[in-house]
Nanobody
């Protein structure tokens, strides 16, 4: 059973930074592309960033390009999302998921964890 635990969310001020972590439980991430997605209540979930299994190819939504950085540490079975220059519109619940298509398509497998809440507010 694919299971992720997302963490690192919290309250940040506009212009601030947060680093999200996505730890896989019960399986190895070594051979999977992984994506970060976010959802605001009442809106559809949207893709934020994704990374290929070997880490060589990444993709970012236009709204976060230049501000967010995705990375992975297969030895720790973890994918990270470094979020800098945060904006209020980044406020959402952030989820990670295994990809069924590699970047840039980044189609997620429909299996989700609880996510981590990011709130950007002064």
């Amino acid at each position: 059973q694919l299971q992720f635990v997302e963490s690192g969310g919290g309250l940040a001020q506009p212009g601030g930074s947060l680093r999200l972590s996505c730890v896989a439980s019960g399986f190895s991430l070594d051979y999977d592309g992984i994506g970060w997605f976010r959802q605001v209540p009442g809106k559809e979930r949207e893709g934020v960033s994704c990374i290929a299994s070997y880490g060589g190819i990444t993709h970012y939504a236009d709204s976060v390009k230049g501000r967010f950085t995705i990375s992975r540490d297969n030895a720790k079975n973890t994918v990270y999302l470094q979020m800098d220059s945060l904006k209020p519109e980044d406020t959402a619940i952030y989820y990670c998921a295994v990809l069924v298509t590699d970047p840039p398509e980044c189609t997620p497998l429909d299996s989700w964890g609880k996510g981590t809440l990011v709130t950007v507010s002064s």
